[in-house]
């Protein structure tokens, strides 16, 4: 009953990370990772006493966390952040162990647990997708931003970003499928609400990932109902992807440029006086397929940026003159107003559709300058600096560059992940360290440091190399191994094959094993299947 309670309380909570953390001696810990270590004591204190047999899958495990911490101690970057990432690869293979040594019905509750709160996530993405616009307090807990893509909210359903919720609504429906197999009306219903939750996420990954989960399931069900869930799966994507443009542009491509996207013709360099205002003009054309309307809040602005590092601050928005159809046209009289501290900054113009998107932040490049504050004294005071066509005479200064706003495609970060595991190709970058570093050895000044490689088997080989990818490797496909021959005899090994599956075929395209509820998910799926079948014979 006490390591019952652990499990459930840890599982109970994994689909909801705040992002704020709180400190652990000398480490700062999410909210999950802080209530995980008195779960984990339950966990242990519940555990059966008995001499576990030494299972391939927990040694391979093993093996990953011990690599981690040699490469994190060999790293470059930051061996202090490397190793509390491998720490995380830690308490992963910490949850399998434990988990391993649980009885059946303790690992069941588990699953149950987990069901209830993913299946939570799902409802807080239908109801988001549906337009419930008040739940962004409560989703600011666990996000920065709300997401979009052409315009349409992403739903994050309690997760930080919309791959992560997705992943999450993806277990309770593998969970829930299984659960309910002696109650087809109510698994119907449920499969329908969690899929339009699904589908509101627009994660593609995930999808796919939902597509391989149920066909696992439906394979070792009998009878005719077998693969009704994978049915009604499909029918309720097809309808979301049938019925909505937005859902055939995430098929077909990165972002979402063929509905935002704008050049931008500006002065390329403009030198104030601190804390000075100015109206520059600023040309943009529309080169997308969706008009900007001035109904839609569709404004420009900027980003000041100091040291092409730190964004400073976002400037006023301008409204647009007139509606702008693709195609067209438009001069806009924008305010510039330069910082108090003398220096130089670098200046992005960017059109934003208000509480929607920022026309960068789909892969649209922006209009870049480069903005003097107190500079060149001799020069009159915001002179030339309206004039689209006139550089003002400044201070001398190095070329701006025009791929600041860089957003690299999945096949850009695949390809830099390859040449970082040809650099370190025994022991990685370091734990941790692609996201860190995959901009610099792009040749770019500025990056997303939060962009991870999209691949869960990529960001194993740049980050720990052969020796951590062959671990990982290892731990999944025996583990998938032995829930393939388990799960006919056992509804714990089915549940946590499939979801091993469906994670596998979602770490294609994103990685979800940096975040907390997803290594604890992945380490409860493999413990579930080792602790098989000394947990049903106890």
Same mark, same amino acid.
């Given at each position: 009953m006490i390591a019952r309670s652990g499990l459930a309380a840890l599982l109970l909570i994994v689909p909801f990370e705040p992002r704020f953390t709180v400190p652990f001696g000398f480490l700062r810990l999410s909210l999950v990772e802080a209530v995980a270590v008195p779960c984990f004591l339950l966990m242990a204190f519940g555990a059966v006493r008995r001499t576990p047999r030494i299972k391939a899958p %927990? *040694?391979?495990?093993v093996l990953l966390f011990l690599v981690s911490l040699i490469s994190a101690g060999l790293s470059h970057t930051d061996?202090?952040?490397s190793f509390k990432f491998a720490l995380r690869l830690g308490a992963m293979a910490t949850v399998a162990i434990l988990v391993s040594r649980l009885q059946s019905r303790d690992v069941l509750w588990g699953f149950r647990a987990l069901a209830l709160s993913a299946s939570i996530a799902g409802g807080l993405a239908l109801a988001e997708g549906l337009g419930a616009r008040s739940l962004d307090i409560v989703l600011g807990v666990f996000r920065e931003i709300p997401f979009n893509v052409a315009g349409v909210r992403r739903a994050s359903a309690g997760s930080e970003y919309p791959n992560l919720g997705a992943a999450m609504i993806l277990y309770a429906?593998?969970?829930?499928?299984?659960?309910?197999?002696?109650?087809?009306?109510?698994?119907a219903? %449920? *499969?329908i609400a969690l899929t339009f939750g699904l589908a509101f996420t627009y994660s593609r990954g995930a999808w796919l990932a939902g597509f391989a989960g149920l066909g696992v399931a439906a394979w070792f069900e009998s009878g005719r109902a077998r693969f009704g869930p994978l049915a009604l799966y499909l029918a309720v994507l097809g309808v979301f992807v049938g019925g909505?443009?937005?859902s055939q542009l995430r098929l077909q491509g990165e972002n979402?440029?063929?509905?935002?996207?704008?050049?931008?013709?500006?002065?390329r360099q403009i030198a104030l006086d601190s804390s000075a205002q100015i109206q520059v003009l600023v040309k943009v054309r529309n080169v997308g397929r969706r008009p900007w309307r001035q109904a839609e809040e569709i404004h420009l602005s900027y980003h000041l940026y100091q040291n092409k590092e730190r964004p400073l601050v976002d400037g006023p928005r301008t409204k647009l003159p007139r509606d702008v159809l693709p195609g067209e046209s438009v001069t806009i009289e924008a305010t510039l107003r330069a910082p108090r501290k003398p220096g130089e900054y670098l200046l992005m113009w960017d059109m934003v559709h208000e509480n929607t998107t920022w026309f960068s932040g789909q892969g649209v490049p922006p209009g870049v300058a480069r903005l003097i504050v107190g500079g060149d004294p001799d020069n009159e005071k915001g002179a030339d600096a309206a004039d689209p066509d006139t550089v003002r005479r400044t201070a001398v200064l190095t070329p701006t560059p025009d791929d600041l706003a860089w957003r690299p495609s999945r096949l850009d970060l695949w390809t830099i992940a390859l040449r970082m595991w040809g650099d370190n190709p025994f022991v990685g970058e370091g734990p941790d360290n692609f996201r860190w570093t995959y901009g610099a050895r792009a040749g770019k000044a500025v990056f997303d440091t939060r962009v991870f490689a999209n691949n869960m088997f990529l960001e194993f080989a740049a980050t720990l190399g052969t020796f951590g990818l062959a671990s990982f490797m290892a731990a999944l496909i025996l583990a998938l191994w032995g829930g393939w021959r388990l799960a006919p005899a056992s509804v714990t090994a089915l549940m946590a094959t499939s979801i091993l599956v469906a994670m596998a075929v979602h770490g294609l395209a994103d990685y979800l094993l940096a975040f907390t509820g997803h290594y604890l998910v992945f380490g409860l799926a493999v413990g579930a299947i080792s602790g098989y079948p000394d947990q049903e014979s106890q």
């Open positions: %927990l *040694v391979a495990l061996p202090a952040r429906l593998l969970i829930a499928v299984t659960l309910l197999r002696s109650r087809p009306f109510f698994r219903a %449920l *499969v909505a443009e937005i979402a440029n063929d509905f935002y996207a704008a050049t931008y013709q500006a002065p």
